[in-house]
């Protein structure tokens, strides 16, 4: 039911900075955990960052202190503030939505996807 567009990927040197956003309609995200992905060709999409509809937040170990997940649910909008970036970073950033934040941060437990957006670091 939800539809959900991402934006805000594009090309940065290492160490910079870079702010996605997804953007739903249809539905209001305050109603579901949110998440995003990130994809490299050829191999599986893996969990970031989630947000449930409480508003606490889970991060992969890696982007741990560097990435930040938030929601305006009042714009309707999830975003990401990734800092100090690397070229492990790269990759098609995806926004997820499910009811609830599963125990597994896992793309097939999610439902509802965007389209994503290209991050690429060098």
Known sequence: QVQLVESGGGSVQVGG?????????????????????R???????????????DG??????????RFTISKDNAKNTLNLQMNS??????????CGAV????????ADDFGWWGQGTQVTVS
């Open 85 to 94: 970036l690397t070229p492990e970073d790269s990759g098609m950033y995806y």
């Open 39 to 53: 994809q490299i060709p050829d191999r599986e999409r893996e969990g970031v960052a989630g947000i449930e509809s």
């Open 17 to 37: 900075s870079l702010r996605l956003s997804c953007v739903a309609s249809g539905d209001t995200i305050g109603r579901y955990c949110m998440g995003w992905f």
């Open 99 to 106: 009811q609830r934040c599963p125990i597994r941060f896992i």
């Open 56 to 65: 606490s937040t889970s991060y992969a170990d890696s982007v741990k202190g």
